[in-house]
């Protein structure tokens, strides 16, 4: 069973109110310097913060390592994590290759950052066809590294009410994660989460920006003995 976690952002919405308005930021995928006129630059120093991390937090996921212990999968224990890591992140990037999909590192921790243009359209929790191919690579490198907790967070642009995004964040998660989990990737893996629209890694003024703040990112994190 897919289990959906509580997302806080307490700390998170309050840093991001201290921020200053009117910052210059890059936009990731077309390069361009763009100057934020509606103080969202520091909701994107907050995205960013959050990227190749997870928004479940480290207790629920130490509770899902542990069940996945308990249900007899083996455990990773010191240089171990790293070299297998290692390993992961390299049939990654060979996977990936070409497709946009960016593959971060944070410790020993890996995330896919899947941008709205190649995961889903506007206001739709629908897999975009052209994005089976993307996640069926994924899966094909889980089953092989098949240590691991798999967090789906789902996200959107600004567009609309804080409700409407936060459930159309969840079911982009839970979306990504039972297409995963039809493709032979132990549900027991995997956790789902939505962001909202709280975490934004480019301005949502242009519509380049918000097709990539409409994103799925996908964090690996090993099962520790």
Request: aromatic share 4%; hydrophobic share 40%; glycine share 12%.
């Amino acid at each position: 069973m897919i289990r959906k976690q509580t997302l806080t952002v307490a700390a998170v919405a309050a840093l991001a109110a201290m921020a200053v308005a009117g910052c210059q930021t890059i936009e990731p995928y077309s390069g361009q310097p763009q100057r934020n006129h509606t103080g969202t630059a520091a909701l994107i120093g907050a995205g960013i913060g959050v990227a190749a991390g997870l928004l479940t937090g480290d207790s629920a996921v130490e509770r899902r390592q542990h069940a996945l212990i308990g249900a007899g999968l083996g455990g990773l224990a010191g240089a171990a994590v790293g070299s297998y890591q290692d390993r992961q992140q390299a049939a990654l990037n060979e996977k990936l290759r070409n497709t946009q999909v960016e593959v971060d590192r944070k410790g020993d921790n890996i995330t896919l950052n899947m941008p709205g243009h190649v995961t889903f359209a506007f206001n739709s929790s629908n897999l975009a066809p052209e994005f089976y191919p993307v996640l069926n690579d994924v899966a094909g490198v889980l089953r092989e590294f098949d240590q691991t907790v798999v967090e789906v967070a789902g996200h959107t642009d600004n567009i609309g009410s804080e409700e409407v995004n936060q459930r159309l964040s969840e079911q982009r998660a839970g979306a990504v994660a039972q297409y995963l989990a039809a493709q032979g990737v132990d549900p027991q893996r995997l956790i789902t989460v939505g962001g909202g629209k709280r975490y934004p890694i480019a301005s949502n003024d242009t519509a380049e920006g918000r097709a990539a703040n409409r994103r799925v990112e996908i964090t690996l994190v090993p099962v520790k003995s």
